[in-house]
């Protein structure tokens, strides 16, 4: 089994609405340029680069690829891809999906600049909306979801992540809090 996360190459070709510019699938075969992916729309996305990781270890997933995706014919450039302008900034990039089991939706895929693998055990958080009726915002929560485990994945040639990892979690239940007491009234 292998793991294909797409991106696209600009995101600016994203229609936030209806589109996501990350997506994850499995798959049995790796993906070819030129292949034509959906994210979210009816529009279709063509392959314009792959990139493989293969794992470091033993690991149930025989290879991760990173899959840059465009509008066809838009021919942008590699070096005006976002992956790429990022490390203009930032040393490394890396990327960490969150699962519950090979062959299940992920839990979350997330890019990042820590240059550092996944803590155990770490709880994974979650964007919930709150507002007053005025204005929303999305706060960080946490969720039942517990990384329990991580394999971690490897480019071959240049890339523009160092790695990837594929962090496997478990459900692991929160703390109930603690009961408050009423303050007593002075009579």
């Known amino acids: 089994m292998q793991l294909v996360i ?3 190459c600009d995101e600016d070709q994203l229609n936030p609405r209806l589109e996501t510019a ?8 790796e993906p070819i340029q030129g292949d034509l992916v959906g994210f979210g729309s009816e529009r279709s996305f063509e392959v314009a680069q792959v990139y493989s990781y293969k794992p470091t270890g033993d690991s149930p997933v025989e290879t991760v690829h990173v899959a840059f995706c465009q509008l066809p014919s838009s021919n942008i450039p590699p070096n005006e891809w ?7 900034h930032v040393e490394s990039m890396q990327i960490v999906v969150r699962l519950e089991a090979v062959g299940l939706p992920d839990l979350g895929c997330e890019f990042d600049a820590t240059g550092e693998p996944p803590q155990l055990p770490q709880r994974i958080q979650g964007g919930v909306l709150a507002g ?4 929303t915002r999305m706060i960080s929560m946490p ?6 485990r991580y394999h971690t994945y490897k480019p071959e040639g240049e890339t523009p992540y160092i790695a990837v990892y594929l962090a496997f979690c478990k459900v692991v239940p929160m703390a109930e809090p603690e009961p408050v007491e009423p303050a007593k009234v002075a009579a």
């Open 132 to 135: 007053d009726g005025s204005s």
């Open 143 to 148: 969720t039942k979801w517990v990384i329990d």
């Open 82 to 88: 976002g992956c790429w302008q990022w490390l203009e």
């Open 22 to 29: 990350v997506r994850t699938q499995w798959s049995d075969r």
């Open 6 to 8: 797409y991106r696209l």
